[in-house]
């Protein structure tokens, strides 16, 4: 079955970075177009950014451009969230999955930008 698990939040002051990994298996990871999502406290699931399965990236949010980056390895059925230059209002639980997302989600890493 699908597993999704992500890791590598945790806190950080303002302007700080952090990068996130999401490990994915019981589907064709290399095929797949995979994004990642945040939902910050009280608000619903956003769309962060989104990786072809050729490296390309169609979507982003525009409250993370130019500061965050999305990249995959396909060998590792990995994909990564590089976010740099954070700020409070990214304080969000991180999740990855395809898109179209799948019905079944992680359980997410939380990202606390604080100082």
């Known amino acids: 079955q699908v597993q999704l698990v992500e890791s590598g939040g945790g806190l950080v002051q303002p302007g700080g970075s952090l990068t996130l990994s999401c490990a994915a298996s019981?589907?064709?990871?290399?095929?797949?177009?995979m994004s990642w999502y945040r939902q910050a406290p009280g608000k619903e699931r956003e769309l962060v950014l989104s990786?072809?399965?050729?490296?390309?990236?169609?979507f982003y949010a525009n409250s993370v451009k130019d500061r965050f980056a999305i990249s995959r390895d396909n060998a590792k059925n990995t994909v990564y969230l590089q976010m740099n230059s954070l700020k409070p209002e990214d304080t969000a639980v991180y999740y990855c999955?395809?898109?179209?997302?799948?019905?079944?989600w992680g359980q997410g890493t939380q990202v606390t930008v604080s100082s």
């Open positions: 999955n395809r898109l179209p997302a799948f019905s079944f």
């Open positions: 019981g589907f064709t990871f290399s095929s797949a177009t």
């Open positions: 990786i072809t399965w050729t490296g390309s990236t169609p």
